[in-house]
């Protein structure tokens, strides 16, 4: 994906804009990411209007026809823009699986699907202030929707859009979840559940023929249905010492190898096992942070870009399983008794230690009002049926706090590390039909079996080996080898050494000593949800010391 940036004063420029002329009017048009229905959307318009068939027309005429409804009709990973003169009209896809940003400095106002670019063309200060720092040790390293890191720099929410006029920037939600009652029985719900999905994944298998593969219920069941209908690819992640190294433990319950295994006996695929080094993933700790202008989830975010860079040597397109577990209620906290009845955001757990991790200074900023409030704000509007059970209630609220905090994180993780890698990850799951339909099956349905996921499962049963149909679920795998974390706390210490260090403003000297001396083991609970234990924190902190380093950030308290 290649950035762009919007300059929006007495008049509207882009590089890379394409120009429309229509009805006497010129028209600048920006288009990033896909439309899976491009070519359904051109038949259907051609005949009433004079566009081509490419992105930009589709999406200008599409906005003809359907005003501020057209991104309903649009299905697919994008944002747009369109100006005339100083009015502008810009949106994302209802999912938000496309960045947009915005800022507005004196009288111009700019536009771009990449925060280092927009910052680079505005020549504003870049300055982490003390909302910045709230998001920062409150969330990180997820964001709130409509925020970044940087003092003056907005990201447009998804499903969202805003129109300019005359400098003035007003921002509207344009798309939420529907609830309505679920009528179907069991049967009926498995083919739906089947048929949505196969249609999703069959939509984006254009011009794609790989997809990730871990043994997982979700990249297998993609992988079923392509390898059913073209010769196929598949690749899959592991590191150097994990399987002497691996732990059994509540989120990591097994390692892939077995489960890849299985499912290439019954799909003969092509597949690519690619081994990570220690040294490598510390080493691509930066560059990931630079994919995201952000520092993000670690080694998470780093195995993920090395992981691109060498599927992008073969393939510019490959599918991938993200999304689903927002969607079909797959974390822990949608069903473990200890994380299900949290009143606030379950993955953020540690909120008392990290507090304590930070200089006095900056410990007095409010952080857990700030997290109840978000929370409260993000779970306000949420519509209930009379026949919801407190099973259901709770999973909408858990789906609606997925939706808008952690899977935004992943999608954002995915898209930047992809990008920077050059290439296109298409997630099949994160698809509107899909996500109302299942989004208002009763939990009792969706948890079949009385395992996460159930209805999926058994949506695809036949389709997959038992193990791997039931196998628990297990995230994107990381590293367990001891060596990471002695490579890390050298990297932070090398860093804390340094009294220039941004570590020296932020943190608290005997906490971060203590953090460091422990490789990370001080700090007992995961910082972020599942995988962000001792090590990642080190590196996550790492990470925080590059980006302030790297953007020259000036700290504001």
Not at 227 to 249: M, P, R, V
Not at 277 to 288: F, H, V
């Amino acid at each position: 994906m290649k950035s762009y940036v919007m300059k929006i004063q007495q008049h509207t420029h882009s590089d890379a804009a394409k120009l429309i002329l229509y009805q006497n009017k010129a028209y600048e048009v920006i288009v990033q990411g896909e439309i899976y229905n491009a070519q359904s959307i051109y038949q259907l318009l051609k005949e009433a209007y004079p566009l081509q068939e490419r992105l930009e027309d589709i999406v200008f005429f599409a906005y003809q026809r359907w005003g501020e409804d057209a991104m309903l009709e649009l299905e697919g990973a994008y944002s747009f823009v369109i100006s005339s003169g100083k009015d502008v009209f810009a949106a994302k896809d209802p999912l938000g699986l496309s960045p947009l940003f915005y800022s507005k400095t004196n009288d111009t106002i700019w536009l771009s699907n990449r925060i280092d670019a927009l910052l680079e063309a505005s020549q504003q200060p870049r300055i982490l202030n003390s909302h910045g720092i709230l998001e920062l040790f409150s969330f990180g390293p997820s964001l709130s929707m409509d925020k970044t890191l940087f003092a003056n720099v907005a990201s447009l929410p998804m499903g969202s859009f805003l129109r300019i006029h005359n400098g003035d920037i007003k921002v509207k939600t344009y798309y939420k979840l529907p609830t309505i009652e679920h009528h179907d029985d069991m049967e009926t719900t498995t083919l739906k559940v089947h048929d949505l999905l196969c249609h999703s994944i069959q939509q984006q298998m254009h011009h794609c023929k790989a997809s990730f593969l871990s043994g997982g219920l979700d990249s297998s069941i993609i992988t079923a249905v392509c390898a059913k209908e073209k010769e196929w690819h598949t690749y899959s992640l592991d590191y150097e010492g994990n399987a002497k190294n691996f732990k059994s433990n509540m989120y990591q319950v097994s390692m892939d190898n077995a489960f890849i295994n299985q499912m290439l006996e019954r799909y003969p695929c092509t597949h690519h096992w690619l081994m990570l080094k220690q040294q490598t993933l510390a080493d691509t700790l930066e560059e990931s942070m630079l994919a995201r202008n952000h520092p993000g989830m670690a080694d998470v975010d780093a195995s993920l870009l090395w992981l691109c860079q060498q599927v992008a040597q073969k393939e510019a397109v490959i599918l991938s399983g993200e999304c689903s577990d927002e969607i079909f209620g797959g974390y822990p906290w949608f069903y473990r008794d200890e994380l299900k009845d949290l009143p606030t955001f379950p993955w953020l757990r540690s909120t008392p230690q990290r507090i304590e991790l930070l200089k006095d200074d900056i410990k007095q900023l409010g952080y857990e009002a700030y997290i109840q409030q978000q929370y409260e704000d993000s779970i306000r509007d949420i519509r209930y049926l009379d026949t919801d059970s407190e099973d259901d209630r709770r999973a909408r609220r858990h789906t609606q706090l997925c939706l808008k905090w952690f899977m935004q994180t992943l999608v954002t993780r995915q898209v930047c590390e992809g990008d920077r890698a050059n290439l296109t990850i298409r997630a099949p799951f994160a698809n509107v039909a899909l996500l109302e339909y299942v989004y208002n099956i009763p939990w009792q349905m969706k948890f079949y079996h009385g395992q996460e996921k159930g209805i999926l499962r058994k949506a695809f049963a036949n389709e997959l080996p038992e193990e791997v149909c039931w196998r628990k679920k297990n995230p994107f795998p990381k590293t367990h080898n001891p060596q990471y974390a002695d490579i890390v706390a050298k990297m932070l210490m090398e860093r804390y050494k340094d009294s220039t260090s941004a570590l020296h403003e932020l943190l608290d000297d005997a906490h971060l000593k203590e953090l460091i001396a422990t490789k990370g083991a001080s700090f007992q609970l995961p910082w972020y949800g599942q995988l962000m234990s001792g090590p990642q924190l080190l590196a996550y902190l790492y990470q925080i010391d590059c980006w302030i380093r790297d953007y020259n950030i000036k700290i504001e308290k």
